[in-house]
Structure formats: C-alpha cells, structure tokens
C-alpha cells in the first residue's frame, strides 16, 4: 500500500510519527460503508472510527448533487470526469 493511497483525519499532530512508525505496508483499512479494503479502492479517508473509500464518496456526493435534481454544470463535469474514469 502506498502511503498516499490512505488519507488519515482526525489524528492528534504529536502522535503523528508515533503513528507513522507503527504503521506497516501490509495494514489493511476497510471502507465503513462497502466493506472493500484500500488494496480494491482508488483511495481511502481513514476518519477516527470511520472510513469511506473514493468510490462511496464519490457515490455520496452524487446522491447529495442529485438530491436538489439539478447539478450545477461544473458538479455535472465532475462527476461525469469520475464515473467515466471508474468505468475503465
């Protein structure tokens, strides 16, 4: 696992190298909401009790655009720019 494959919230700034040394390549960190593990997403947000990968983010900003029935045309760029490159 590369290390910018997994962003970390929430971590206290002086535990931040005390994290980083306890912290091994073979660490797994699964998706609250789909269960995937990082190694199966694009990217992962490691939040202090929570987790969500890119593509549930992604799917959650979708449904929060869609909520109001008229993305603006730059959210529709973006998502369209996402879901095309999930696709491949």
């Not at 206290?12 to 699964?30: C, F, I, P």
């Not at 269960?35 to 202090?48: D, H």
């Not at 929570?50 to 993305?71: F, G």
Request: glycine fraction near 4%; charge should be positive; include cysteine.
């Amino acid at each position: 696992m590369s290390d910018d494959k997994v962003v970390k919230l929430g971590a206290k700034r002086d535990n931040h190298h005390k994290e980083e040394a306890d912290n091994t390549n073979d660490d797994l960190v699964y998706c609250s909401f789909c269960k995937r593990p990082n190694t199966q997403v694009l990217k992962m947000v490691k939040g202090p009790g929570v987790n969500i990968c890119s593509e549930c983010a992604m799917i959650a900003v979708q449904y929060l655009i869609l909520n109001d029935r008229m993305p603006s045309a730059e959210a529709q760029q973006i998502l369209d720019a996402f879901w095309g490159k999930a696709r491949k």
